[in-house]
């Protein structure tokens, strides 16, 4: 069975969640207080795991400012709280027409819902008239045999109706005792009811605070067992026992303690080797476990009878400390895969998975590592709802499956509730800011980088560097190897917060920057800095022949300068002259900007590498010093490709 779609009325902050529709893997994206733990609370007392928090409790979760109204009604009206609609799948209808003989329903849909009064109502489209009519056919009865029976409205009247023939044909007498091993009791939808029940998938809660506790007073858990007082973390700690075969009440019998430690040991060593698939955060610990007798100096429980204790070990240190110290992500992860393999274990396979802000106390790595996780091993078997606001925790490729949660309020000061959108638009920016800033980054990453990418400062200098690379190509000459992905930075100031971000993904970076007064102290420090591999960094001046040299000293002063008098149409008295002056820098921007500055018009940089590019076969016979800006270029090039050919 498929969850589709749920609607959840009057549940703590939420009035009317109204319709939203659920795929196999579902994000609800939302801010703090926004009511995602609610939808997911709300969902689990459906069909939860543990039986006893599968109760609405309206005292404790109406809507309080609704409280006084629903006193005056629920009586004779049971509030409802969960309307959810499900999708039949083969593997439920192939047990389905075994268990009846026939496909008795209409169609694939059901509807289930539940509310304070904590009794489940099935809606399920049956035509029983129908259903009659195909029994008949199924064995094949005459229609002297069935005239009086096609005219039955239900079951129970077929039944009826067979029991009363005085002398009952073979068939007759087959299609009787059939309907009563099926419907024992005559109830067509009970029946259904039962079976579907039974098809119903267990729902699975576990929040980023869940987690096992480290420390445990066996006498402690003997009485909060008698007491129905567990919480989760030892719910979970009683999963580990249960994983190895053994209960509370025997692990403190003489001679036991050796035999569970070998047992509870190897369950680690198969949680740690899956742990450790999908955590990059350090590879060097175990878990261990111990028995001891209580230390009276320590506080009650834990200061009398045995107790068990679970301890993380750093084997790269080779240090341990008690498992509720360390690193919450690695404990929290520990404690799922501890609890959700007792779960299957005593559930199987059938299960919807509700994750409460999942990975909420992980690193940012850690938290992709965890939705590769869901995405690769629960995905494909499970329905998954979990809700996030952080924004490592969104799959860009899975843009359909994240919902909104909002807590509105209209402009008039009407209060709605929590609302879940079905899409991933949000007239709140701060509901949608996880979204927006995930799909940034991954947008950066798609659209500007690659696996070897060269970093410059603007964009007049990655048309140069294009340009270049095409001349050469064609004549034959070493060219640029598109390997490298071109990105602009925006200045020599951003390289450092560039490389920062895009570090995580192992991309192997090179930088181009203009070398000048005022860059000059920045380009040494990027050089010095362990941000990128030593010679990775690359200034102008190295292929320029001169001290200072932005990228368009590269193409000399007399093909530069040619290229702003066509780009700007200079003509006259304002043509400015091609032979390189005597005096002042060597520098043929600054040049052009002074120059600028006399004639009184704005000068761009990008306008010459824009002009270049749209009209190279015009004009690139008319620029001079080509061939020496082409071997300056060519140098260049041929030091970027030796990188790649080092990296490989």
Known sequence: MILKNVQIQDFKCIEDSEVFNLKQMNCLVGKNEAGKSAVLQALYKLNPVVEIEGRFDPLIEYPRRKWSEYKERHS?????????????????????VTKFEINVLANNNIILTKGYNNQLYWQIKMDESLVILKYLESLKLSDEESSDLKTSKTLQELINKLKAVPTRSDQQTALLDKLNKIYPKGELLKEVEKFLATRLPKFVYFADYDKMIGTVSIDDLRKRMQENRLQMSHRIFMALLNLVGTKPDEIDRIGKFEELVAELEAVSSRLSEEIFQYWSQNKYLEVEFRFDFARPQD???????????????NTRHGVTVGFDE?????????????????????????????????GLSLHARAQADLLRYMNERLGPNYQVIYTTHSPFMID????????????????????????????????????????????????????????????????????????FSKE????GRKYLD???????????????????????????????????????????????SELLKAGHVFSAEMYAGQDEADIEDLLGWSFYIELVNLSYSLTGSQRMPIDKPTKGTARVLVNVEERFKSICTEFDHYTPSV???????????????????????ERLFIDLNHLLEIKN
């Not at 506080?299 to 070990?313: D, V």
């Open 472 to 475: 050469l190509k064609e004549k």
């Open 611 to 633: 002009y270049l590019t749209e009209n190279s076969d015009k004009i690139k016979k008319s620029l001079p010093e080509m061939n020496e800006a082409l071997d300056k270029f």
């Open 396 to 467: 860009p490729d899975n843009l359909l499956g994240v919902k909104t949660v909002e807590d509105v309020i209209t402009e008039e000061g009407e209060i709605l509730g929590t609302k879940i959108g079905d899409d991933v638009l949000s007239t709140d920016p701060d509901t949608v800011f996880p979204l927006q800033a995930h799909l940034g980054y991954d947008i950066a990453q798609t659209l500007f980088i690659g696996k070897h990418t060269l970093l410059v400062e603007g964009p007049s200098d990655l048309l140069y560097l294009k340009w």
């Open 299 to 313: 506080p009650a429980p834990l200061n009398s009878g045995y107790i068990f204790r679970t301890r993380i070990k």
């Open 326 to 358: 360390r690193s919450t992500g690695f404990v929290w992860f520990f404690s799922f895969l501890i609890w959700f393999s007792q779960v299957k274990k005593n559930y199987g396979e059938n299960l919807v998975l509700l994750f409460d802000d999942p």
């Open 76 to 96: 004779t009206a049971p509030a409802n709280v969960l309307t959810t609609e499900w999708e039949l799948t083969d593997n439920d209808i192939e047990p389905l």
């Open 482 to 528: 598109p390997r490298w992905i071109i990105s602009v930075c925006g200045g020599i100031s951003k390289v450092a917060s560039f490389v920062t971000l895009f570090s995580g993904k192992k991309l192997h970076l090179a930088v181009l920057t203009d070398y000048h007064t005022g860059l000059k102290k920045q380009v040494r420090s990027l050089r010095e």
